[in-house]
Structures are given as C-alpha cells and as structure tokens.
C-alpha cells in the first residue's frame, strides 16, 4: 500500500436535533475566525461554508452535520486542532439531541499511466477471488471495484477501491465497467486516450 498517496482527508460529525444552528450560527462563525483565522465563504439556509487560507482547510456546518475536510493530509494536527474546536463548539451552542456519529475518511489514490494500466492494478489487489470468479465464468477479468467493511464495537472501517480518470469532468470521473453502455465505455476510452496520449 505504499504506493498509494494520501490526497484528502475529511472529518464528519452528524447530529440530531442542532435547531439552535439557525440562531447561533453566527457565534460559531465568529469563533472560528477568532481561533483559526476561517473566512466565511457562503451562507444559505442548508449551512455555512468556510475556509482556512492558513492551513488548507475548508469547513461546513449545518443543523445536522460538521464537516471539516483538508486536502493536505500531511497537516494532520491543523485538522485534528480545527476538529476539536468546532465539534465541541458546534455542541455547545447547537444543543443537539445526540450526535449520532463521528468518522473519519482518508482518500488515496496510485496513479497509472493509462486507464488499461488503472484496470490491471485494481484486479491485483485482491488476486484469489477475482481469478476464481474468472475461472468459473471462462471469463477474463477487466478490473474491479470493491468496499470491505470492518466493524468492531463501535469502531468501523470502509475502505472502497475504485478504478478512475482524472482531470476530466466529474460525470465522466467513472471509468467503463462491464454493464456500462458501449456508447459511454468508448466516449471514456477515448478521453483517457487523449489524457495519456
């Protein structure tokens, strides 16, 4: 796994019940200017945006949820700093019933050189099944994207690996799989091909 690269990290905290977001927003809002230098990006009925300029970090909140994600994994202890401040004060000004949950997410990627390079790759991480899965269909595999899931207590963990292109536009991220349309499997090939070509 060492050739995977950490591009992001995000942190979410869901809640039930932070009425109190829509009188007291403006405090949370402050507060984090105070502390970390935030700077308000939007405000809308469904949350607040903002962003650190200092640390990479950009930060949204809403009745239900905190979301803090940093596109710079490497400055872990700004996030960590930036988590604990707003889901403490979040808390404590929103009063929610219960939070329901915190979590965690890392997103890595390995770059290949080409989209048949992406396709090998993925069928290498978990050789056994996916060879048996071909042998039984006389079929050979093309790639293959997979969550697993570990759950002890209350910790759980999801890891997904999932073939795809980059720097082109989001709804054609998803690269060809089997049961895509022909149409739409060629049109990505053929903007992979003008990627690594």
Do not use: C, W
């Not at 905290?13 to 700077?39: H, I, N, P, W």
Request: proline share 5%; charged share 25%.
């Amino acid at each position: 796994m060492t050739q995977f690269k950490d591009v992001q990290i995000q942190f979410e905290q869901r809640f039930d019940g932070g009425y109190r977001f829509f009188d007291k927003s403006g405090e949370f809002v402050t507060a984090l200017r105070e502390e970390f230098g935030f700077m308000l990006l939007s405000v809308n009925l469904t949350g607040r945006d903002m962003e650190s300029p200092d640390t990479s970090l950009r930060l949204h909140i809403s009745a239900d949820r905190l979301l803090v994600v940093s596109m710079e994994p490497e400055k872990q202890n700004d996030l960590v700093r930036v988590v604990d401040f707003a889901s403490k004060m979040a808390i404590r000004l929103f009063l929610p019933f219960v939070v329901e949950y915190n979590q965690l997410a890392l997103s890595s990627l390995e770059q290949t050189p080409s989209l048949q390079a992406s396709f090998s790759r993925s069928i290498e991480l978990l050789p056994t099944t996916i060879q048996d899965l071909s042998k039984l269909l006389n079929l050979p595999a093309l790639n293959q994207d997979f969550t697993l899931s570990f759950e002890s207590g209350t910790l759980r963990v999801h890891v997904r690996v999932q073939p795809a292109v980059r720097n082109i536009s989001l709804s054609e991220r998803r690269l060809p799989i089997l049961g895509l349309p022909k149409a739409q499997s060629q049109h990505l090939l053929r903007k992979e091909k003008k990627l690594s070509g």
